[in-house]
């Protein structure tokens, strides 16, 4: 599976946009690149995943570049109810029954006033 | 929300004693997985489950077995509690086969003494 680097932590102020980036230089053609999320506590929440093209759902945006060797999280709004740590995972499609997900450290993101 | 709620939220116990954790679903999802989470390590899977009676090793089983008598409920069982697995353990589901994206249940902090 292809490694991912992400900041340790960002900062943000609430009400502009925050921007998280995810390196994944050795990422294959059949890997996506999926976002999490997890606020102190809780279950990981998914927010978003992409192959290529750039995807927008509710919650977020995802930007992954041409070469697929990066990407980026934006959520549009931040709000103090998303300080949280951010994940960037590259998942392979899978093949076979068994399907984890491997979580690294995260970007932890703290939104403030 | 994908309607995963995870019994009991938190539990002691002591070394030695036998533990069930279990994971319940209401939307009759096929796929089922138990990860634990340890500072440094992230989120590890340890079985997962893709139908009744059907489950499978993951990359940190020994030590656990899993039970699949009705889609909705995933048991993890610690056979004999140690203090190593003192962790949090989280459910996750997948909606439709494995390359579906993985919802996570609310978890279950788990201390072995």
């Known amino acids: 599976d292809a490694k991912t680097t992400q900041p340790p932590s960002m900062d943000c102020a609430e009400g502009r946009a925050a921007n998280l980036p995810c390196n994944h230089s050795t990422i294959s053609g059949n890997e996506y690149v999926y976002w999490y999320r997890q606020i102190h506590s809780q279950g990981p929440q998914y927010i978003i995943h992409g192959l290529k093209n750039n995807e927008t759902n509710e919650m977020a945006s995802l930007i992954i570049t041409e070469d697929r060797k990066s990407s980026t999280l934006i959520l549009p709004h931040a709000t103090l109810r998303d300080t949280a740590v951010y994940y960037c995972i590259v998942r392979p499609h899978p093949t076979g029954t068994a399907s984890k997900l491997t979580f690294g450290t995260g970007t932890r993101l703290q939104v403030t006033l | 929300d994908a309607g995963i709620t995870q019994s009991p939220r938190h539990k002691v116990t002591e070394t030695g004693t036998p533990v069930t954790l279990r994971c319940h679903q209401t939307?009759?999802?096929?796929?089922m997985y138990w990860y634990r989470q340890d500072p440094g390590h992230g989120l590890r899977l340890i079985h997962y489950s893709y139908g009744v009676k059907d489950t499978d090793k993951g990359e940190v089983s020994d030590g656990y077995s899993v039970s699949r008598s009705k889609t909705e409920d995933f048991l993890l069982t610690l056979e004999s509690a140690t203090s190593s697995q003192t962790s949090v353990y989280f459910c996750?589901?997948?909606?439709?086969?494995?390359?579906?994206?993985?919802?996570f249940g609310p978890g279950t902090r788990l201390l072995v003494l």
């Open positions: 939307e009759n999802h096929r796929y």
């Open positions: 996750a589901i997948s909606r439709g086969g494995p390359e579906e994206t993985q919802y």
